[in-house]
C-alpha cells in the first residue's frame, strides 16, 4: 500500500516538473497528456479503458490519433521545411531501411517467428511506428 502511495505521488510530481516544462516552453504539450494517462493508468489504475470503453476502444484511439496528427498539422511551418530537407533526406535514406532491418531482425529472433512474418512485421513497424 505504502509503495504504491509513494509511487503516485512521485508520478504526480513529475507529472507537475514536466506541466512547468511545458509552460516554460521546453517540453511539447503531448508528453503531459501522455504522461498523464500512464498515470492515470497503469501506475494508479484509475482508468482501465479497456474495462471502462469495451468495443468503442479502438474508435477512441482512431479520434485521438486524428487529433494529434491534425494538431501537429496546424503548428507545421512550411518555411522551416527548407531547412529539414537534409534531415528528412537522413531519415528516409537511412532510417527507414535500418528499422525494417532492425525490426525484422528482433522479430525473428525474439518473437521466433519465421523470416516472411519477421519481414512483414519489420516493414509494418517502420511504416506505422513514427505516426502512431
Do not use: C, K
Not at 496528427?69 to 532510417?95: C, I, K, M, P, W
Not at 528499422?99 to 525474439?110: D, E, K, N
Amino acid at each position: 500500500m505504502l509503495h504504491r502511495l509513494l509511487s503516485g505521488l512521485g508520478a504526480l510530481v513529475s507529472l507537475a516538473l514536466i506541466l512547468l516544462a511545458v509552460l516554460v516552453g521546453i517540453v511539447a504539450a503531448i508528453v503531459v497528456l501522455i504522461l498523464s494517462g500512464v498515470v492515470a493508468g497503469p501506475v494508479l489504475h484509475v482508468l482501465v479503458p479497456s474495462q471502462q470503453l469495451g468495443h468503442a476502444l479502438q474508435t477512441v484511439i482512431g479520434l485521438s490519433v486524428a487529433i494529434i496528427l491534425f494538431d501537429g498539422g496546424l503548428n507545421l511551418r512550411f518555411h522551416e521545411l527548407t531547412q529539414a530537407v537534409s534531415g528528412v533526406r537522413r531519415l528516409v535514406y537511412l532510417g527507414v531501411p535500418l528499422s525494417f532491418i532492425l525490426y525484422g531482425v528482433i522479430a525473428r529472433y525474439i518473437g521466433g517467428i519465421s523470416w516472411p512474418v519477421a519481414l512483414v512485421f519489420g516493414a509494418i513497424i517502420t511504416v506505422t511506428g513514427p505516426t502512431v
